[in-house]
């Protein structure tokens, strides 16, 4: 059954914060994991830029969070740019065009061993990359579960029970800690662990362990009308909403190798980072009550 077909209900609908976290990995930026929409030859202000559509998906979502962030947080890096919103969205702009284009200082590759979160914070006070970074930052602190701060507070209920309660704050705090400190220091050990990838048809091949079928163990069956019911008809993946609506290649051999029953086998064309005409920042010219932080696209 075609691929689209029969997941269409499931990846129909997609998590714009998920299209943002892959889209600012350098490591899928240029991969298949996007369907390629490049710019129009004629627009010569997206040249170079291989996925219009996401990245307009991107920057709009990018400046609707800078617009919390600068008014109702705390990070000097954003309040600084309260009533400057146009020269806010030309500068976030021009470095999402250079972080695109994978050029400079976007251009650094990100070694297999790099955590993206350690990429984005080597670009901190960059002075060609300003508010990029800061926003890159924040959507990848964000914790994909609530276990660090739920063992948090199992320590401090273990540590003060509610009849035998008699530490300070600050004792409670200073044992917390040590608490802390101990159970997340890495230990030598004695011999490495092996800690492979492992993928969906790994599993399989191991849960569902091919075996040859005798001629012996074939029976007879009694009634074999079934096979004469008419298969149910397949829906063309020209007309599923899923391969319109989602910047996600769904044949990218990343979602492959996570998805697929067999092993799939991988090309050996290798995805080429496009450059593109270096973008300029826009002169200053804000009046300090610029709150506008909407951008329009055409």
Known sequence: MNFLAKYKNKYSEYSTLAILRSYLNPAFLNSDLFNS???????????????????????????????????????????VWKGKAL????????????????????NIPMDDGTDIFAWWRSFEGHKEAVVLPSLAIKIYAIRVNSMPGER??????????????????GQVGAKLLVCQHYMTEKKPRKQAVSRPTVKFYDIKSKMFPKTEVKDSDLKDEADDSWLDVPADPITPSTSLKAEVKSPVNLASSFLATFLAEDNPKRGSAKDV???????????????GNDDDFKMEFD
């Not at 929409?37 to 800078?66: C, E, W, Y």
């Not at 020269?87 to 976007?106: D, G, N, V």
């Open 37 to 79: 929409d490049p710019a129009a030859a004629s627009d010569n202000d997206m040249a170079g830029i291989r996925h219009v559509s996401t990245f307009k998906q991107v920057v709009i979502f990018l400046l609707t969070m800078a617009h919390e962030e600068i008014h109702h947080g705390m990070q000097p890096l954003l309040t």
């Open 273 to 287: 980072a496009l450059e593109g005409p270096a973008e300029d920042r826009a002169a200053d010219g804000d009046s």
């Open 152 to 169: 948090t507070a199992s320590a401090i209920t273990w540590m003060t029970p509610a009849l035998q309660s008699q530490l300070s704050i």
């Open 87 to 106: 020269k806010f969205k030309s500068t976030l702009l021009s470095e999402m065009k250079r972080y695109a284009r994978s050029q400079y200082p976007f």
